[in-house]
């Protein structure tokens, strides 16, 4: 009870300072035009948390795309293991020999005839429900994804097999296909490692988050190999080596460039980067670095032609980077340096296989120096609500070196998903109507699926979704049916990449294979537009710009001030608003005559801008960077941060114009990154209020502070409360304290709770005033507030 004492010994105190700051609150509410929201507390009964909205179609409504008409089409469904079994009458007796052999005695080669002979009659879709549904998978311990890259051997050898491995993104910079193999322990890592390096497999860096080893196969190994069969059983022999405890096939990293036309203009010049220019600030002793998996194809070209800076410097040999890949981290380097001429511009190569690559990467950055990061690259996966893969690398790394990373925000507007699976009897999702499909139009050469479902993005997934792509002949081209058995690196996603002809129609047909069937599907599909009904613009924010120390950018159209229709929105699936900004896209560079598009083209812009402001305000964090260039905006869509546009429209201010709210030198203060309310949650078997905020502090090293929430009356009086634990400002509330350890401190979802009874005699029908607030503790007899959320009129009922 010591420090309630102290916050009611202080509370006299801090309502004769907060009042006038409360009222003064509530006055600028009241001038504004827009009502006070007004939110019911019900003790009784629960108010739902806000959920993601679910696409769903309207009976008999028809399928368009941008309002054209689709067709139907017409294909078989894979079939069931009973189905092949049916058709296959040497089959079963199959299955039933293998089903007591281990797999050392397995005879791979009548194994790979089987599995040709069913993916050329059923693709690997019923490729896939042959190998998990008989419990053959299980045995190998090998990923469908490597397994089906062998049903084109008979065709065209192993260059086929590598030719198909390239398309799907599983082979790495070294000429290896990657995998990721659980480690029961870390411990064993050593031993691990001396095995597979007895099988000329290549050993990368261990992945703590996931408790996963990277790993590579050379494709010179697999040619010593001259039967499929001889290379299946090299493929046991590393995936069932002792401490394997799961396999799993590299995760898709997609860079945000769009491929839908699109009007052409000039970025900077629209969002006020010239007067910064004219008036001498050019990035100089600014370090931005721009971080690419695509490539930088053609980069010493650009050198030549005066389009980068003749100092650029690189994690790889230039002459490396300038035939390698392709050209999209080319173009984000030419809008950075447009804008900002004057930096020391480093192009990081990232391998999109590795994450080992991902690491050295921001390992260079560091040992560099590198102040803004520029990553035109994102995620469509996991939770995204900044705890999963990336972002919480990016995170850690943000807070440990002080670089501002700015992130693209995605380019799924109209190619994001969300839908409650719905089961037909055959085990498949209806889409509406009884329909087993959903059309979308391909814009690229090689389009992308990711299906994720709210699984356990821990590891350990055993429900398990499968889909199936096919053209508009009903010919099978993609699918993606990876098991799902609660291994440590199992995760709720499937995904597949295939060779797309832009402008064609391609459907989605979607099963359960594992599980009740009792989840939400998260759908995107990269360079594609989903059927008008199915779009759901909403939470489709990429990782890591879903993370709060990630500076997350939208894209705006540059002839108007409207959001491209692509553009990822948020907010985060924990309900935060991302993204953080927006910025034109567009930018003519040499090799994109029509421009240059997607939150790709937006993002270096708001880079090469922050080294302006960074080069005018040396003195400035990276998240006073930030906040610099989140006030300065054009506001557009609702009032103030909205998840569409973020803050807004970036608009740089004129040089040398004072940023008006800006904390400097020692001032202390308190920077919210989230804040969110529940109503009835549970605590301990109560049901109350929890407020749930993230935040940060500066220059209170060594000092308390307080945070808390109360309700008051409209006219900012104290309401008592039955309960004396329960009460803050001398009103029905709650609080916590703590100590400031450093410099900069971040908190992290600090939860406070409030029991419903505690609102027991308070008349139904009573407007009550909620305010959440921070107080700087340093002095005791002068407490500061820090922060205070605006006054919200909450009806009891």
């Known amino acids: 009870m010591k420090q309630f004492r102290r916050i009611v010994i202080l509370g006299s105190a801090l309502m004769v300072l907060l009042l006038a700051a409360l009222m003064s609150g509530a006055a600028a509410t009241a001038q504004d035009p827009t009502p006070t929201r007004q939110v019911g507390v019900q003790p009784a009964n629960p ?4 959920a993601a909205p679910v696409a769903t179609r309207e009976p008999g409504a028809g399928n368009t795309i941008g309002g054209t008409p689709v067709g139907p089409v017409s294909f078989e469904l894979p079939p069931t293991l009973d189905e092949l079994i049916a058709q296959y009458p040497d089959l079963q007796p199959y299955l039933d020999l293998v089903q007591d052999q281990t797999v050392e005695d397995l005879d791979f080669s009548e194994l790979y005839a089987r599995m040709v002979q069913i993916f050329k009659d059923h693709g690997a879709s019923g490729l896939a429900v042959f190998l998990d549904d008989s419990g053959i998978l299980d045995k190998l311990g090998i990923p469908v994804s490597y397994l089906d890259l062998l049903t084109v051997y008979d065709d065209g050898g192993l260059v086929a097999v590598e030719d198909l491995a390239r398309e799907r993104k599983l082979i790495n910079r070294f000429d290896e296909i990657v995998a990721y193999l659980a480690v029961d322990e870390e411990a064993n890592l050593p031993a691990l490692r001396e095995t597979l390096e007895g099988l000329d497999v290549s050993v990368y860096r261990y992945l703590r988050n996931t408790g996963e080893v990277e790993v590579g196969i050379p494709l010179v190994t697999l040619a010593q190999f001259g039967t499929p069969g001889s290379l299946i059983g090299y493929l046991v022999e590393i995936f069932q080596a002792e401490h394997v405890v799961g396999v799993r096939v590299p995760v898709p990293a997609l860079t945000s460039s769009a491929f839908a036309p699109q009007l052409s203009s000039v970025g900077g010049e629209t969002v006020g980067v010239e007067p910064w220019l004219e008036a001498g600030y050019t990035g100089e002793g600014i370090k931005v670095a721009v971080v690419d ?5 053609g980069v010493l070209d650009r050198i030549d032609d005066g389009d980068l800076p003749e100092n650029v410097q690189s994690n790889y040999d230039l002459e490396d980077l300038n035939e390698y890949g392709g050209d999209h981290g080319t173009a984000c380097a030419m809008i950075v340096y447009e804008a900002a001429p004057g ?13 080992t690559s991902f690491e050295e990467a921001l390992e260079y950055i560091a040992d560099n120096d590198i102040q803004i990061v520029s990553y035109s690259v994102g995620f469509p996966i996991g939770p995204r609500d900044g705890t999963f893969w990336q972002s919480p690398v990016v995170t ?10 700015i992130a693209a925000a995605g380019n799924f507007g109209y190619s994001h998903t969300i839908m409650d699976f719905n089961e037909l009897d055959d085990g498949w999702h209806d889409f509406g109507d009884g329909e087993q499909w959903m059309p979308f139009m391909a814009f690229a050469p090689v389009t992308f699926v990711v299906m994720n479902w709210n699984g356990n993005w821990d590891g350990g997934e055993d429900n398990n979704y499968r889909f199936t792509i096919v053209d508009e002949n009903g010919d099978e081209v993609a699918s993606g049916g990876e098991s799902k058995k609660g291994r440590k690196n199992d995760f709720p996603i499937q995904t597949a990449a295939f060779e ?10 979607v099963e359960v294979a594992r599980g009740d069937g009792n989840n939400t599907l998260d759908i995107f599909i990269r360079d594609a537009e989903l059927v008008d009904w199915a779009q759901v613009p909403e939470y489709s924010i990429a990782l890591p710009a879903d993370a709060d120390a990630v500076f997350s950018v939208g894209a705006t159209g540059l002839t108007e001030d409207e959001l491209e229709t692509y553009s990822s929105q948020g907010p985060t699936m924990d309900e935060r608003i991302k993204p953080d900004i927006s910025a034109p896209t567009g930018e003519e560079v ?6 240059f598009f997607g939150t790709s083209g937006a993002t270096p812009l708001v880079a090469g801008a922050a080294a302006l402001v960074w080069q005018a305000f040396p003195e400035m964090s990276n998240y006073e960077v930030k906040d610099f260039m989140m006030t300065t905006v054009v506001d557009l869509g609702e009032d103030g941060t909205d998840p569409e546009f973020g803050a807004g429209r970036l608009e740089m201010p004129e040089p040398g114009e004072d940023v008006s709210g800006q904390p400097q030198g020692d001032t202390a203060f308190a920077e919210v990154t989230d804040y969110k309310v529940k109503w009835n949650a549970k605590s301990k078997g109560d049901k109350g209020v929890r407020v749930s905020i993230s935040f940060t502090v500066e220059n209170l090293q060594g000092s308390d502070i307080a945070v808390g929430f109360g309700f008051f ?16 400002l001398g009103s029905i509330g709650t609080y916590d304290v703590f100590e400031v350890e450093r410099g900069r401190a971040e908190f992290e979802d600090v939860s406070l ?11 139904s029908g009573t407007d009550l005033v909620m305010v959440v607030l921070i107080f700087d503790l340093s002095d005791p007899e002068n407490p500061q507030p820090l922060w205070q959320s605006e006054p919200e009129v909450i009806t009891i009922n």
Do not use: C, K, R
């Open 753 to 763: 709770f409030l029991p419903n009874y505690v609102f027991e005699d308070v008349e």
């Open 500 to 509: 797309s002809e832009p402008g064609e129609i391609y459907y989605m047909a």
């Open 47 to 50: 108010t739902p948390t806000p």
């Open 590 to 595: 040499p090799g994109y005559d029509e421009g």
């Open 293 to 297: 998996t695509d490539g930088f194809f």
């Open 343 to 355: 930096v020391e511009l480093h192009l990081v190569y990232v391998d999109i296989t590795s994450d």
């Open 396 to 405: 850690d790394f943000v807070e440990d070196t002080g670089v501002l990373w």
């Open 713 to 728: 009356t409209p006219d900012f009086e104290s309401v008592e409360s039955p309960d004396e634990d329960y009460q803050f």
